[in-house]
Nanobody, 125 residues
């Protein structure tokens, strides 16, 4: 079993910062891509940023230059440093892990497209 647990959300004023964390648990050997998505009320879930095993990153244009994604492969954890936050960044932020190789039932298995439960980020004065 592979589970993702996010933390670090909350209420912050415009211009402030927050750091989100997402830890993957289980008997994990490797995770290919880890990413953050967000979903505002009444809108679809959109990619915020992603990072692959080698550290290559991709950002949505709306957050480029303000958000930084990073990962600790030894801890199977991905982070999202969010600076210069704007009210339009308000959303539930979800962690995603794709192609997770883990031990299960005496075999090495691969899990695809696993999601965390989400953490609320509210930017408001």
């Amino acid at each position: 079993q592979v589970q993702l647990v996010e933390s670090g959300g909350g209420l912050v004023q415009p211009g402030g910062s927050l750091r989100l964390s997402c830890a993957a648990s289980g008997s994990i050997f490797s995770i290919n891509t880890m990413a953050w998505y967000r979903q505002a009320p009444g809108k679809q879930r959109d990619l915020v940023a992603s990072i692959n095993t080698g550290g290559g990153t991709n950002y949505a244009s709306s957050v480029k230059g303000r958000f930084t994604i990073s990962r600790d492969n030894a801890r199977n954890t991905v982070y999202l440093q969010m600076d210069s936050l704007k009210p339009e960044d308000t959303a539930v932020y979800y962690c995603n892990a794709d192609r997770v190789r883990y031990a299960g039932g005496g075999s090495i298995l691969t899990a695809y497209n696993r999601w965390g439960q989400g953490t609320q980020v509210t930017v408001s004065s």
